[in-house]
């Protein structure tokens, strides 16, 4: 698929970025509803200038110090996920040392096999989470959501849950996990529930994630990444994520 | 296809409209970009609190008015409308006496096809801007976008464009025509171009044009939608809208 963008329209980039999900959404990756979710996204990415802010790239820093301090971590990953930077998550993967697990909401085995497929194009080497290994079960969960690899999700101590369902980021923080939330609402369910919430668009987010990983990741930096774990505050990250949005609002040019 | 949605979600009614877009892709008559544009409504309708507002109802009445008074009015409908209420708007279109064209950002010959049927099945007598039909272009686009009916949108003297792209908004307004736009976001290039935009979910605003166009049809009520047309105020209008959206940011209840 070309992906053809009139070059003189002013959110050219944005509409890249949505061709990218409606061609994985073509591959099979991507379901329907995750191309709505992708809108809603978008809204808020619009609100806050569709750059990342101070407050994300501190929580990214924090996110990425959580990986790398965690004896298993895990980094979910679903259709839009795979279609937007599939490349990028196996970078963060190799450099924080955490297996892929591919965890869906609308389950079904093409789906899983695509985004599979999709990710070992990308250099994965294993992907969790697919077909029979998604053998074990969130407890407070119902239909297929709840199936998660025993070997991944279900054991893991951290994981990182980017473009995620509400009740299934509550179960796993209920798990007594620690959950990093990519999530560009910060009035979700999924942001208000997670330890850590990057409020910013995952195109941007992962990037910095792997940055912040390859600078901290030296033994010697275990103090600090504790440091910068330890005084996240995500309450505060959230709420001033809101007033961005608020003052975005306001402050947009425009003309009536 | 069923609509499944667990009960106790606390966003079902929202994932219902959503699942009603999704059959509408399924059964050919949205296009997967029309999934995205839906998310990006539902943010906004997310951040108004899920509900019409004063100015909304106002700008409904101030729509239906300018229809009634126009000698050539035209109702634009493209997957998305036809997906979300195609009932509604040959309601509406009977209501006001205003033919009902097809209108696709994304046009082929299947899509048209399905809308139409969609709309046929819903009572539509004519469906204007269907295959040969619309052959008559909008001067300042380009792309399959610019084609329109010659007896529809192309003569038109005042036009509803629901859910439509900032160029064509503005193209028509260019053109002389008086435009009225349903739009979720104060904000974007279709909503500042209208004369009269409506801020709400289409799913909302539609009966509420049809109830205001029953109440306001009477001949002896021609003095009156001069004025509501008069004296509406689309800057007012949209400023308002922006701070109802920047006080649900506050407003909303939450816990950290």
Known sequence: MDINIPSNHPRAKSLYVRE??????????????????????????????EKTSKVAQISARAASSALLLAKCPVLSVNGNVAALCSNEIVDLSN??????????FYRNNNRERAIEKQLKESGAKIVLGVG?????????????????????????????????DGDRAKAFVNMGKTVIAIDLNPLSRTA??????????????????????????????????????KEFDNRENLLESLRLIQGGIGARPRRY
């Open 20 to 49: 990218l999900l409606v061609r994985g959404f073509k591959n099979g990756l991507v379901a329907p509803e995750g191309l709505i979710a992708q809108g809603r996204g978008e809204s808020f990415d619009y609100l806050l200038g």
């Open 95 to 104: 450099i924080v040392n955490a297996p892929i697990e591919v965890n869906l």
């Open 132 to 164: 029979s290994r998604a053998s074990a079960i969130i407890p407070e969960l119902q239909s297929e959501r709840r199936r998660v690899d025993p070997n991944g999700l279900y054991k893991a101590d951290t994981v990182l849950i980017p473009l995620e």
């Open 192 to 229: 208000r529930s997670a330890q850590i919430t990057i409020v910013d668009n995952i195109i941007r987010a992962i990037p910095r994630m792997i940055a912040a990983a390859k600078q901290l990741m030296d033994k010697n930096n275990k103090h600090l990444m504790e440091r910068l774990v």
